[in-house]
C-alpha cells in the first residue's frame, strides 16, 4: 500500500524490450534505496511495480508484463524521462494523502493546463467507466500523486496543484494532450461493489439505506 505523497523524482536511463514486456531502469534521485531489497514494491508513476534488483550501482530495476504496458502509461517511457518514486507504506508511516494500491485503473489525458496565481488548474478526461467513482472533495491518484477533486463534469475532472506538489513532483511537466495514470479511491471502488453485492435494498427501497426505517427513524 502507498499514500501518494511522493518521495522524490527518479531518472529512467533505459527502457528495453524483453520477451512480451519491457524492462526498465531508474535512477532514484533523493530517494533512499538502501534499505530495499529484489521483491520489494514501489509506486513509479503510479503503478505498483516489483523491483527486481535495488541498490546495485544506485539503480532500480523493473520488469513490465504485456498486462502493465496495456494498462499504464509505463510503455511509453525512454531513457531521460523522470517518475514520481514512493516506497511502501510502513506500519510507522504517516498517511498524509489517501490509501493507494498502485494498481491503476485507466489512463486519463489531461484537457487543459492553466495558471492561477501560483497554482495551476488541471483538468483532465478520464475513462467514461470510472466518471462515477469522481466527487468534489474526493481523492484521486494521478501519476502517483494523491491529489483533491475539485469539480466533476461527465468524465472530466478539475484539480488544482498547488506550488509543492509542482515542485517535488513531476507533474509540473503535464501539457494539454498528455496521457496519465489514474487510480480511483479505493473505498469509491469498494463502495460499489457492496452495493452490487447487496442488491436493490441498497438502493434505497424499504429496509434500504435510503429507507428511515432501516436507522431506526
Known amino acids: 500500500m502507498f499514500t501518494g505523497i511522493v518521495e522524490g523524482v527518479g531518472e529512467v536511463t533505459a527502457a528495453e524490450p524483453a520477451g512480451a514486456g519491457r524492462r526498465l531502469v531508474v535512477a532514484p534521485g533523493t530517494v533512499d534505496i538502501a534499505d530495499l531489497n529484489a521483491g520489494d514494491s514501489i509506486l513509479v508513476n503510479g503503478a505498483c511495480l516489483t523491483t527486481v534488483t535495488a541498490g546495485g550501482e544506485g539503480r532500480l530495476r523493473f520488469d513490465l508484463s504485456a498486462e502493465t504496458l496495456e494498462c499504464t502509461t509505463l510503455g511509453g517511457l525512454a531513457g531521460g524521462d523522470r517518475v514520481n518514486l514512493e516506497k511502501a507504506l510502513l506500519p510507522t508511516t504517516r498517511l498524509g494523502g489517501h490509501l493507494v494500491s498502485g494498481h491503476v485503473d485507466g489512463v486519463g489525458q489531461v484537457l487543459q ?18 466518471g462515477k467513482y469522481f466527487a468534489g472533495k474526493g481523492s484521486v491518484c494521478l501519476d502517483g500523486v494523491s ?4 469539480g466533476v463534469s461527465g468524465d472530466e475532472v478539475d484539480l488544482m496543484l498547488i506550488p509543492h506538489t509542482l515542485q517535488v513532483t513531476n507533474l509540473a511537466r503535464l501539457k494539454a494532450g498528455d496521457r496519465v495514470n489514474v487510480e480511483v479511491d479505493l473505498v469509491a471502488r469498494y463502495l460499489e461493489r457492496l452495493l452490487q453485492a447487496q442488491g ?15 436507522t431506526g427513524q
Open 113 to 130: 493546463r492553466r495558471p492561477e496565481g501560483e497554482y495551476e488548474r488541471l483538468r483532465i478526461r478520464v475513462p467514461a467507466a470510472l
Open 147 to 150: 491529489l483533491t477533486v475539485n
Open 200 to 214: 436493490p435494498d441498497c438502493a434505497g427501497g424499504p429496509g434500504g439505506i435510503g429507507d428511515p426505517r432501516s
